[in-house]
């Protein structure tokens, strides 16, 4: 089991960056795969981006494609997400997932492929 937790929020204005960060509780981090999804008020949550375990391979949601960047550090038991050029559309709450796979080369983009989930951290973006 891994407990996942994020931080990094905050209150931005349109065009600023943020680093959103979700450290993993246990050791054995590289064993999961790592996603970062999000939630508007009144709207299902959506992909963002995710991370094969070796951080080989990544995946972005259209929507954030050439401006968010998904990493992490396996030694550090932690995932990045580094979003540039934020636009009040980004508003929402951002969680960080995690899936243990056999795969060092997957990432998931399914809500339904993520079984451990951090509590959310609040991304504003306004003028």
């Known amino acids: 089991q891994v407990q996942l937790v994020e931080s990094g929020g905050g209150l931005v204005q349109p065009g600023d960056s943020l680093r959103l960060d979700c450290a993993a509780s246990?050791?054995?981090?590289?064993?999961?795969?790592v996603g970062w999804f999000r939630q508007a008020p009144g709207k299902e949550r959506e992909f963002v981006a995710s991370?094969?375990?070796?951080?080989?391979?990544?995946r972005t949601a259209d929507s954030v494609s050439g401006r968010f960047t998904i990493t992490r550090d396996n030694a550090k038991n932690t995932a990045y997400l580094q979003m540039n050029s934020l636009k009040p559309e980004d508003t929402a709450i951002y969680y960080c997932?995690?899936?243990?796979?056999?795969?060092?080369?997957?990432?998931?983009?399914?809500?339904?492929?993520?079984?451990?989930w951090g509590q959310g951290t609040q991304v504003t973006v306004s003028s």
């Open positions: 246990r050791s054995r981090f590289d064993s999961y795969v």
């Open positions: 991370i094969s375990r070796n951080a080989y391979n990544t």
């Open positions: 997932a995690a899936k243990r796979h056999s795969s060092s080369y997957t990432t998931k983009s399914s809500r339904g492929d993520y079984d451990h």
